[in-house]
């Protein structure tokens, strides 16, 4: 495990912290930092955490559909209630985000003056290509598809991935000046050799394109399909016929997606798989939603011959499975020959994995070996010098997300390789050290809030067509979400030259989080990001790791601007909870001008006394309710500091009427208030 230093600068001098990653970062395969961003999402700044995500995951937006979210599995709101809706609030803060993010493509010169080949452009290739063209080389992509996206562009029904969300992904990515040479099969429109002798390096992410099938009687019969040829003619549109009884052979999620297409097809579908229910490989989520959809499933039963009619599919013989894993945990089934059965079908399917197609390396210097290729995973090189591998290919089944990770990687060995400097041991590393899970002793101040569900298209509506069936968050359901977020390892961080070992911290926070020796140090475990101990010190010596109040106290002026200079309506700085900002039908005058915050915990005396030295007539602070604050202790603590605030201004002659604070607004009272006129 590694400890990664961060460099936070949250007064304009330095502090360097090595602190573990809060669990959902550490969990996903290239450390997306997911509180940074839900915090952005919390206080309405869509355009800023569009940045943060798409920073280390150029197919975001494909990921905000179909990614495995294995950072929700990690969420330490699991020993609390739920974790928190990760994937979907990605998906609502990239679609708020959209009109920022084509503003934002430029296309990039080739300054290195160097080209590099890609061949294939699913997850791996795609990453390789985004990074490889920011590091300022030439870049073209060779895909033997009409469209670029790999398996997400033809083997995905749309159903799951809407095609405009990936186009977004490779848009960004061509917006680069990257080249795309589509419908070009390599080996067979081009070379290999060609492609390396006119590149300075080449990269192979050709992934897994082909289906594995079966070595049981009778399965050439008419009738016998394999999943990837069945998902590729179905998103291509290019008329695949089955029958009205299809059955499927699989338990994984490529099987899944076959079993709920051939459903949308209009057929009767049935999966038969040799795991138990608890043993299947597709997720938990896929087995729940096809199975609503009216998708059979028969566990703990193996393919043993294909029964035919006239050299047409018409039954499946099966036989009974004993155990799919031997003593050791790998796959090795036994069976009871036995116990048989026999299932009806007039089309059948086998989704029982994947290999990759090394035809076109036939005749090239690459070595094969086992049916695979020689590489090494300390440089992501071939056995020849300029040729590099990643994705699937070399590291087997796997996430989108690994593959993305497996393409910044191979981009980097690549980017080493041509500057003369590559050697193992530098490539990026993924895997760090996370936050422990939430101590049981402060499990009881964390108050229980349900996730908001998503809601899903009607299981007899859905199965009848290829429309997404998600619908998204809105804004008021994103920021509740949102505000769900503990801010793990986005909490307090203390620099040691400052602190005077007061113990104004350890007073104040509610969750024990300090311990106070020397100087204070903060137990990123324990700590809720609640903001009090930044609040309250004293000395300044404590900051947040995540957005924080004083971030924007430098723009100020901006966010208050110069408004009616004659003073005829008063200009109002309003410090608001994001728990109203956002809300559906929450109207605020255009006098206010906004300052959200993910809670009023953060605000301190020098926020309220610097918004009325930037101008402000009048500060609106707009709070959670009492009882709804998802902080311990906030309303009191912020009580003792509004009362200090109010007893400065007195001194500097500002009446302390001038500051307002609200809760539980009707929706329009904010214009009704006399205070804001």
Request: glycine content about 8%; overall charge positive; proline content about 5%.
């Given at each position: 495990?590694?400890?990664?230093?961060?460099?936070?600068?949250?007064?304009?001098?330095?502090?360097?912290?090595?602190?573990?990653?809060?669990?959902?970062?550490?969990?996903?395969?290239?450390?997306?930092?997911?509180?940074?961003?839900?915090?952005?999402?919390?206080?309405?700044?869509?355009?800023?955490?569009?940045?943060?995500?798409?920073?280390?995951?150029?197919?975001?937006?494909?990921?905000?559909?179909?990614?495995?979210?294995?950072?929700?599995?990690?969420?330490?709101?699991?020993?609390?209630?739920?974790?928190?809706?990760?994937?979907?609030?990605?998906?609502?803060?990239?679609?708020?985000?959209?009109?920022?993010?084509?503003?934002?493509?430029?296309?990039?010169?080739?300054?290195?003056?160097?080209?590099?080949?890609?061949?294939?452009?699913?997850?791996?290739?795609?990453?390789?290509?985004?990074?490889?063209?920011?590091?300022?080389?030439?870049?073209?992509?060779?895909?033997?598809?009409?469209?670029?996206?790999?398996?997400?562009?033809?083997?995905?029904?749309?159903?799951?991935?809407?095609?405009?969300?990936?186009?977004?992904?490779?848009?960004?990515?061509?917006?680069?000046?990257?080249?795309?040479?589509?419908?070009?099969?390599?080996?067979?429109?081009?070379?290999?050799?060609?492609?390396?002798?006119?590149?300075?390096?080449?990269?192979?992410?050709?992934?897994?394109?082909?289906?594995?099938?079966?070595?049981?009687?009778?399965?050439?019969?008419?009738?016998?399909?394999?999943?990837?040829?069945?998902?590729?003619?179905?998103?291509?549109?290019?008329?695949?016929?089955?029958?009205?009884?299809?059955?499927?052979?699989?338990?994984?999620?490529?099987?899944?997606?076959?079993?709920?297409?051939?459903?949308?097809?209009?057929?009767?579908?049935?999966?038969?798989?040799?795991?138990?229910?608890?043993?299947?490989?597709?997720?938990?989520?896929?087995?729940?939603?096809?199975?609503?959809?009216?998708?059979?499933?028969?566990?703990?039963?193996?393919?043993?011959?294909?029964?035919?009619?006239?050299?047409?599919?018409?039954?499946?013989?099966?036989?009974?499975?004993?155990?799919?894993?031997?003593?050791?945990?790998?796959?090795?089934?036994?069976?009871?020959?036995?116990?048989?059965?026999?299932?009806?079908?007039?089309?059948?399917?086998?989704?029982?994995?994947?290999?990759?197609?090394?035809?076109?390396?036939?005749?090239?210097?690459?070595?094969?070996?086992g049916g695979r290729f020689s590489w090494d995973p300390n440089t992501q090189?071939?056995?020849?010098?300029?040729?590099?591998?990643?994705?699937?290919?070399?590291?087997?089944?796997?996430?989108?997300?690994?593959?993305?990770?497996?393409?910044?990687?191979?981009?980097?060995?690549?980017?080493?390789?041509?500057?003369?400097?590559?050697?193992?041991?530098?490539?990026?590393?993924?895997?760090?050290?996370?936050?422990?899970?939430?101590?049981?002793?402060?499990?009881?101040?964390?108050?229980?809030?349900?996730?908001?569900?998503?809601?899903?298209?009607?299981?007899?509506?859905?199965?009848?067509?290829?429309?997404?069936?998600?619908?998204?968050y809105d804004e008021e359901s994103a920021l509740k979400e949102a505000g769900?977020?503990?801010?793990?390892?986005?909490?307090?961080?203390?620099?040691?030259?400052?602190?005077?070992?007061?113990?104004?911290?350890?007073?104040?926070?509610?969750?024990?989080?300090?311990?106070?020796?020397?100087?204070?140090?903060?137990?990123?475990?324990?700590?809720?990001?609640?903001?009090?101990c930044v609040s309250e010190c004293p000395a300044q010596a404590i900051s947040?790791?995540?957005?924080?109040?004083?971030?924007?106290?430098?723009?100020?002026?901006?966010?208050?601007?110069?408004?009616?200079?004659?003073?005829?309506?008063?200009?109002?700085?309003?410090?608001?909870?994001?728990?109203?900002?956002?809300?559906?039908?929450?109207?605020?005058?255009?006098?206010?001008?906004?300052?959200?915050?993910?809670?009023?915990?953060?605000?301190?005396?020098?926020?309220?006394?610097?918004?009325?030295?930037?101008?402000?007539?009048?500060?609106?602070?707009?709070?959670?309710?009492?009882?709804?604050?998802?902080?311990?202790?906030?309303?009191?603590?912020?009580?003792?500091?509004?009362?200090?605030?109010?007893?400065?201004?007195?001194?500097?002659?500002?009446?302390?009427?001038?500051?307002?604070?609200?809760?539980?607004?009707?929706?329009?009272?904010?214009?009704?208030?006399?205070?804001?006129?």
């Amino acid at each position: 495990m590694v400890i990664q230093e961060q460099t936070y600068r949250p007064y304009g001098y330095e502090i360097k912290e090595k602190r573990p990653f809060s669990p959902c970062r550490s969990a996903c395969p290239v450390n997306t930092d997911v509180q940074a961003y839900i915090a952005l999402i919390s206080t309405g700044r869509y355009n800023e955490a569009f940045e943060v995500i798409r920073s280390v995951n150029p197919i975001a937006s494909a990921c905000s559909y179909i990614c495995h979210h294995p950072c929700e599995q990690a969420c330490r709101r699991c020993s609390i209630d739920e974790p928190l809706a990760i994937r979907h609030l990605k998906r609502f803060a990239l679609e708020k985000a959209s009109g920022y993010r084509r503003s934002k493509r430029r296309i990039l010169k080739n300054t290195q003056g160097k080209n590099i080949a890609i061949i294939g452009s699913g997850p791996s290739g795609l990453t390789v290509a985004n990074d490889l063209a920011d590091l300022g080389y030439g870049v073209t992509i060779y895909e033997k598809h009409l469209a670029l996206g790999g398996m997400l562009a033809s083997a995905i029904p749309p159903y799951r991935l809407p095609r405009e969300a990936l186009q977004e992904d490779i848009d960004d990515i061509l917006s680069k000046g990257v080249k795309a040479i589509l419908n070009c099969q390599v080996g067979k429109d081009i070379s290999l050799n060609e492609i390396i002798q006119k590149n300075d390096a080449v990269v192979i992410a050709v992934g897994l394109s082909q289906s594995r099938s079966l070595n049981i009687p009778n399965i050439d019969s008419d009738g016998v399909l394999l999943a990837i040829p069945f998902l590729t003619s179905v998103v291509f549109n290019r008329g695949v016929k089955i029958g009205k009884n299809v059955l499927v052979i699989g338990g994984g999620n490529v099987a899944i997606d076959v079993a709920r297409t051939a459903r949308r097809l209009g057929s009767n579908v049935e999966m038969v798989c040799l795991e138990s229910a608890e043993e299947m490989p597709a997720w938990k989520w896929e087995i729940e939603e096809a199975m609503e959809e009216g998708i059979k499933i028969r566990n703990r039963w193996g393919p043993n011959a294909v029964i035919k009619e006239d050299e047409k599919v018409k039954e499946l013989e099966v036989i009974k499975v004993l155990s799919v894993f031997d003593k050791q945990g790998k796959f090795n089934p036994s069976f009871d020959k036995n116990v048989k059965d026999i299932i009806q079908a007039d089309t059948i399917i086998i989704t029982i994995g994947q290999m990759s197609d090394n035809s076109f390396a036939k005749d090239s210097p690459l070595k094969i070996e086992g049916g695979r290729f020689s590489w090494d995973p300390n440089t992501q090189m071939t056995n020849h010098p300029s040729v590099f591998i990643t994705g699937e290919v070399v590291t087997g089944p796997g996430s989108a997300i690994a593959a993305v990770a497996s393409g910044h990687k191979t981009a980097h060995a690549v980017h080493l390789f041509l500057q003369g400097q590559l050697k193992p041991g530098l490539l990026p590393n993924f895997e760090k050290e996370k936050i422990e899970q939430i101590p049981e002793e402060i499990k009881g101040k964390i108050k229980p809030q349900s996730r908001l569900k998503i809601l899903h298209l009607e299981p007899a509506i859905r199965c009848q067509t290829f429309d997404h069936f998600e619908r998204g968050y809105d804004e008021e359901s994103a920021l509740k979400e949102a505000g769900r977020c503990r801010g793990c390892g986005g909490g307090a961080i203390v620099d040691s030259s400052r602190c005077m070992a007061c113990l104004t911290c350890k007073r104040v926070c509610p969750y024990g989080a300090p311990i106070v020796k020397a100087y204070s140090e903060i137990r990123p475990e324990f700590c809720q990001a609640c903001g009090l101990c930044v609040s309250e010190c004293p000395a300044q010596a404590i900051s947040m790791v995540s957005y924080d109040v004083r971030e924007i106290r430098d723009n100020m002026p901006v966010t208050i601007g110069i408004l009616n200079p004659d003073r005829k309506i008063p200009v109002i700085a309003g410090f608001f909870c994001t728990h109203h900002v956002g809300v559906k039908g929450f109207q605020v005058p255009d006098n206010i001008r906004v300052i959200p915050l993910s809670c009023v915990s953060r605000l301190d005396v020098l926020d309220i006394l610097k918004a009325f030295q930037c101008g402000a007539d009048k500060v609106a602070i707009l709070k959670c309710p009492e009882d709804s604050c998802k902080y311990e202790s906030v309303n009191t603590r912020f009580s003792l500091r509004l009362s200090r605030a109010k007893k400065l201004l007195q001194m500097l002659s500002i009446q302390p009427e001038k500051i307002v604070v609200l809760s539980e607004l009707e929706v329009g009272e904010l214009g009704d208030n006399h205070f804001f006129k």
